[in-house]
């Protein structure tokens, strides 16, 4: 799962590239990156962190860990919802985009 969450991270970083940011908000002059590892994820930098945070936990067998990990993960839904308004917002496109590609899960969530 680290690892999983490790490339997953990496690949969306860069297919993301200067339009990365901490808040929910889109850049100004951005793009709708629908590309790379945005075919087939959404929201890959919060994915990543959940797939990190799960690993971690099951790797060290931590019930603690796996409860914050679970916590990250309702956080992270939440976050990624308040962007999706952005997005919808700013791209015309993205409404398609979002019911070809799933928010977590290849063609499950």
């Given at each position: 799962m680290c690892l999983l969450g490790a490339w997953v991270g990496l690949r969306g970083k860069a297919d993301l590239g200067r339009?990365?940011?901490?808040?929910?908000e889109p850049v100004p002059d951005g793009e709708l990156v629908t590309g790379g590892i945005y075919a087939m994820l959404r929201?890959?930098?919060?994915?990543?962190?959940?797939?990190?945070?799960?690993?971690?936990?099951?790797?060290?067998?931590?019930?603690?860990?796996?409860g914050l990990a679970l916590a990250q993960a309702v956080f992270l839904d939440a976050k990624a919802r308040c962007e999706e308004r952005h997005l919808r917002r700013r791209?015309?496109?993205?409404?398609?985009?979002?019911?070809?590609?799933?928010?977590?899960?290849?063609?499950?969530?």
């Open positions: 339009q990365r940011v901490t808040r929910p929201h890959p930098l919060y994915a990543s962190l959940i797939l990190l945070g799960g690993g971690w936990a099951l790797c060290w067998k931590s019930w603690p860990a796996l791209y015309a496109g993205y409404d398609a985009y979002s019911r070809r590609v799933k928010r977590w899960i290849p063609g499950i969530y």
